[in-house]
């Protein structure tokens, strides 16, 4: 006779977790029905929303918090966006995305001057407002294997990929996210044009409309920037018509 099969219950495995956790995000609006909706939709996409509708108490939250993003609203009571952007700047390089007024331009520029790395128009089209928020997390992400351990070096500047820093002569360049990213765009074309699509498919995913002038503040910020750290001002030029061109540094 043959002796009875034995079975063998193994048990189920346990749930895969995600290796990457989600993105946790500040947003700091005073619209409660808005912010709800914000709220709602982008943690239906996995990123964690936490939600501050007092201007003055930003900071701190910030500061507690410690989050990937801030979504800064221009008009907050107590202390606007741009001067909240602006004190954030001084301290940390925790990336920026203002939402403004449609068709105000100058709270746009303005905002990219106070050193956000981009803006949503309102009212926010909550699938253009994921794209850019992802699109400003990868880029502030470390850099991939193989470009990990990249460098470029023009006279005095040195750009450190793996740490996204920069220094002239030694001297730190503070630079925010989109910051980094365009000095890397150019200093990588050294001495070719470089236009204004390509700079802003890179910093904001987009192509430009001929029209949007947030790519020259950007330029005229870093140009600022660089010169602060000891660079000379022609470092990057302005090509008349076509774009930009790193020049390096003397």
């Not at 910093?203 to 430009?208: A, E, F, K, S």
């Not at 002038?213 to 750290?229: M, N, P, Q, T, Y």
Request: with cysteine; net charge neutral; hydrophobic share 40%.
């Amino acid at each position: 006779m043959y002796a009875p099969m034995q079975t063998r219950t193994t048990a189920p495995p346990p749930p895969v977790q995600s290796a990457t956790p989600r993105p946790k995000v500040l947003l700091v609006e005073d619209n409660a029905r808005l912010a709800a909706s914000i709220r709602e939709y982008l943690e239906k996409h996995q990123v964690e929303v936490h939600i501050e509708g007092d201007g003055l108490a930003a900071a701190g939250r910030i500061e507690r918090l410690r989050p990937d993003l801030v979504i800064l609203d221009l008009m907050l009571p107590g202390k606007d966006g741009l001067a909240i952007c602006r004190e954030l700047r001084r301290t940390d390089r925790t990336p920026v995305l203002m939402l403004t007024a449609k068709g105000e331009d100058i709270d746009q520029v303005l905002g990219l001057e106070m050193g956000a790395d981009d803006y949503v128009v309102k009212p926010v089209e909550p699938r253009v407002l994921l794209a850019r928020i992802e699109a400003i997390l990868r880029r502030a992400r470390p850099a991939s294997a193989p470009n990990r351990e990249a460098k470029l070096a023009a006279g005095r500047l040195e750009i450190d990929c793996a740490r996204r820093s920069a220094t002239i002569g030694g001297n730190d360049v503070e630079l925010t996210t989109g910051d980094f990213d365009i000095l890397w765009l150019l200093a990588s074309k050294q001495g070719t044009v470089v236009t204004r699509d390509e700079i802003l498919r890179v910093v904001r995913g987009i192509d430009y409309d001929g029209l949007d002038r947030s790519i020259d503040a950007r330029i005229c910020r870093l140009r600022r920037k660089l010169h602060e750290a000891g660079g000379v001002e022609s470092m990057i030029k302005t090509v008349r018509l076509r774009g930009y061109l790193f020049a390096g540094d003397a």
